[in-house]
Structures are given as C-alpha cells and as structure tokens.
C-alpha cells in the first residue's frame, strides 16, 4: 500500500487524500446523524432558553456538511477522472462541477425538508365554523366563560368559549363557533337538535 502511494504523482496523492479524509469525516457525519448526534455544538449544560418561531431552515449553500460533502464528491470524481484517463484540467473541471453539484442538492434536500415540518402554532381563526361540544358550563350572554372540546388543526383542544345565547350552555351541548375574539375566546352558539 505504502508503495502505492509513494508512486502516485502529487496531483493524484491530493485527489486520494481529499477523497479518503473527507469520506472518515462524512461517515462520521452520516453515524452520528442516524444516532441522533446532529448537535451542532452543543456543550452541555443548561437548554432552557426562548425559541423563537421558525418556518424552516434557509436555503444555507455553504455549511460543513456540504462542504463535506463536496470534498468527498470532488475528490472521487478527480480520482474517477483520473483513472479514466482525463487530463488535469478536465479533471479539476469535472471534479469541481460534480462537488457544487452535490453541494446544491444537499442544500436543496435540507432546504425542503426543512419546509415539511409544521410550526404547531394554534391558529384560533381555524376554529371558527367547527363543531364543538360544551365542557364546562358557558354562562348566558356572555356572564361567564366556560370551555368547548373541539378539533382544531387536527387536535382535539378544550379552550375558553363564550355565548350570546339567552340560557347557559351546559355539559353535553354541542355548539358552533361563529367567531373568535382578539384575545383568543371563542364565541360559540348552540346547534340546533
């Protein structure tokens, strides 16, 4: 193996020393992502902190593990180049291109990705016209506020509910939203039997 090497030319040992470093260091990346080790520096301590809210990842064309990724893919396409028999020049050429190219589908990938997940916020707006049932008693013209069970965004929730009807509402009934006040009380009205 050592004589190998030692015979190689110099432009050659640098395609196969790219080619076999960057490959350690993508496995590496590739292992500790499936085994959940994609921390991104984490050091330990404490995690409490504010999160803001976040629609996904920006398209992020430079980053390690692209950069990883383009090493691997350039170094074994010179090498594949090289061992077809390419000139230098259109070694490097191909090589480079091939490395960019894996570079913007990496970035692509986690880019949409990224636009798959969903910000779980509750959106009350997407309340209104569903169909509910009475949790705890609402009170009359709106003198006291109680809670419906209702499925919202795909999740059963109880939340705040008021009524402008002339009787309370209680356990059981099952009631309409017609609106939702700005500061997130549902107003509901009882369906009709």
């Not at 404490?46 to 170094?75: C, H, P, R, W, Y």
């Amino acid at each position: 193996m050592e004589e190998w090497f030692t015979a190689l030319a110099i432009f050659e040992k640098v395609y196969w020393i790219t080619a076999l470093i960057a490959s350690v260091v993508f496995m590496v990346l590739l292992v500790g992502t499936f085994l959940g080790g994609d921390t991104d520096g984490f050091e330990g301590g404490d995690v409490d902190m504010d999160i803001e809210a976040d629609t996904g990842i920006e398209f992020q064309f430079l980053s390690f593990k692209n950069l990883v990724g383009f090493l691997t893919i350039f170094g074994w396409s010179g090498i594949a180049c090289l061992d077809g028999g390419l000139s230098k020049t259109v070694t490097v050429i191909v090589s480079v291109f091939c490395g960019l190219l894996m570079m913007v589908a990496m970035a692509a990938l986690f880019y949409y990705l990224g636009k798959l997940q969903s910000s779980g916020t509750l959106k009350l707006k997407n309340a209104l016209n569903q169909i509910g049932e009475v949790y705890l008693t609402i009170g009359a013209q709106r003198s006291n506020i109680g809670k419906v069970s209702i499925t919202v965004q795909g999740t059963l929730r109880e939340l705040d509910a008021l009524t402008d009807a002339d009787t309370d509402l209680v356990l059981g009934n099952v009631v309409r939203v017609k609106e939702v006040t700005d500061n997130g009380i549902l107003i509901v009205e009882l369906l009709n039997k």
